[in-house]
């Protein structure tokens, strides 16, 4: 099975930061990958698929890059609603797997 | 796009359970279809996959032979038979649309397997 290792396990950040989430494969997985946000007690959401892809009426601070083995989520002005938990999933070859999570926290 | 699980709830280990999804907004019949699963405080794990005509489907090793997804395209569903029930069994899952990425999400039904 393909291994997701996210980074940083948790994050703190103060609203209008640019901050940066990095999953890494630990086998090339091309470009298909896909990053989520979840709230608590909330399904995850769908936040960028095929590394770099904005899903529709996912606000434009999101962004992804990466291809192969090493992707970045990336948001480039930190809002209040942004504050969430935050996970990488490929879908190269079954299983899918997930990356363990990022927490971004309010500093 | 709405998807709506049903199913969840107590079991003892070993036992089954069998969950549904009722999916609404868009064109079910084009879409392969997935369960994953999220156990208390802890990450995401996908479960199984289905494709559009249920021809094809995919399993976790952990599930396999234990777990059968199906659906039907006439009522716009998707079911997984969960039998031999364990306690790591124990999760919110989730019903998801699927284009490899996990496009649409149900709000998911708890599944809690204990003695």
């Known amino acids: 099975d393909i291994q997701m290792t996210q980074s940083p396990s948790t994050l703190s950040a103060s609203v209008g930061d640019r901050v940066t989430i990095t999953c890494r494969a630990n086998?090339?997985?091309?470009?298909?990958l896909a990053w989520y946000q979840q709230k608590p007690g909330k399904a995850p959401n769908l936040l960028i698929y095929k590394a770099s892809s904005l899903q529709s009426g996912v606000p434009s601070r999101f962004s992804g890059s990466g291809s192969g083995t090493e992707f970045t989520l990336t948001i480039s002005s930190l809002q209040p609603d942004d504050f969430a938990t935050y996970y990488c999933q490929h879908y190269n070859e079954y299983p899918y797997t997930f990356g363990q999570g990022t927490k971004l926290e309010i500093k | 796009v709405q998807l709506v699980e049903s199913g969840g709830g107590l079991v003892q280990p070993g036992g089954s359970l069998r969950l549904s999804c009722a999916a609404s907004g868009f064109n079910f019949n084009t879409y392969w279809m997935s369960w994953v699963r999220q156990a208390p405080g802890k990450g995401l794990e996908w479960v199984a996959n289905?494709?559009?005509?249920?021809?094809?489907?995919f399993y976790v090793d952990s599930v396999k032979g234990r777990f059968t997804i199906s659906r039907d395209n006439a009522q716009n569903s998707v079911s997984l038979l969960m039998s031999s029930l364990r306690v790591e069994d124990t999760a919110v899952y989730y019903c998801?649309?699927?284009?490899?990425?996990?496009?649409?999400w149900g709000q998911g039904t708890l599944v809690i397997v204990s003695s």
């Open positions: 086998q090339s997985i091309n470009k298909w």
């Open positions: 289905i494709k559009e005509d249920g021809s094809k489907k």
């Open positions: 998801t649309s699927t284009a490899g990425y996990l496009e649409s």
